[in-house]
């Protein structure tokens, strides 16, 4: 019911007291005149509000263009793949170019450090070994003659002390022993190992000669505890790896290893706790040593001919060839070192033999002795193998 119909003679609702303002007229009517103008109004609004067309709500058609793909012929293609394949051949000759440049450089680094370690890992061979000027020992005023001598056992230690300085020492017998020993021992003298030796020290007419040799324990010989001791055995043309530090109660103070003539006495750190030893022939320094690719932790020092094969004597060099050298581990200082003899014409011992105890003799010791008067222990020296 609209209010103005209230007031209208020709509607069949009207205020029944007549009331001045509807709006505020108590009467029912009045009341229900009102309430449905306002719900009207609210309908008004709501309509208007949600309906009425607004620019910012009008929905706006979206044109979505598809792209234009046009159709590539037959030589356009071709023309296509030939420069993407040769855009690829580009860019992978690139990379190769680029990779040839590092390997280079990784080669050039590869060649230099080698050479390095070479340099560091070499000794003396072919002419390095010489002086040029050096002369030959002059022959012995008294010719080099057989002698018979008598031996006497010894500790091979004992040869090695005080007399080394005067007293030629060799290792001649060894050799001559090969042949007699048992299959186990000929293995570990000949490839290198641990093996029992006895000193013996031969008189002969001029003088005296130590020589060390084997005892055959594998073949059931039995050491004398005060003439023999073990040690470390390195064949000629051979190398033994034994401890940096040995342990007196367990291994091994001694090495020993045949006489030089030309001969290396080389030793190569080899790790924390071993050295390796090498004996190398006169002649094969590059074969045996240089050459060799592996040194573990590289040269520590070593004795070479020059170093037992010259002498001076006034201002001239002399050429002895021989010498004898072993390897002693100094306690006090611990380190291994290399102590060596120059020996000038040096005596040869040949056809040692041994009469065996009886109720009535002693054990007799005999051998011949190659020497002169004048053969000597020119000089003596110590290389320290220290790292």
Known sequence: MNLADIFDPSKPHKCPVMHPNPLE????????????????????????????????????????????????????????????????????????????????EHRKKIVADRKVEKQNNHIYVGEEREFPDAILSPMPASRMGMNDAIGKRVLPSDLLDSSFANQPVSTDVVALQISSLSPETQKEVRESGELVFSGMQYKYTHGTVGTIQVIDTFSGEQ???????????????????????????????YVFTPNFSGCSFVVDDWGDEVIRVYHVEGGKEDKQYNDVENHGKGLINYMSFRDYGFYQKGSTTIKNITGFAFMRYNTQIRNWEIHYQKQEHAPCISQPMTSAKSLFSQEKHT????????????????????R
């Open 25 to 104: 007229c108590p009467c029912a009517s009045c009341e229900m005149a009102r309430e449905s103008a306002a719900s009207k109004a609210a309908l008004d609004r709501a309509t208007a509000s949600n309906f009425a067309p607004t620019s910012s709500l009008m929905p706006v058609k979206q044109v979505i263009k598809e792209p234009v793909i046009t159709k590539e012929s037959p030589g356009e293609k071709i023309e296509r793949q030939g420069k993407e394949r040769l855009q690829e051949r580009k860019k992978s000759w690139q990379e190769i170019q680029a990779s040839e440049a590092r390997y280079a």
């Open 223 to 253: 050491p004398d505890k005060n003439t023999s001791e073990m040690a470390y055995w390195v064949a000629q043309g051979k190398y033994l790896n034994i401890p940096k530090h040995p342990d007196p109660h367990r291994d091994h103070l």
């Open 367 to 386: 051998a011949k002795v190659l020497a002169s008067k004048e053969s000597r222990v020119v000089e003596t020296g110590t290389i320290v193998i220290k």
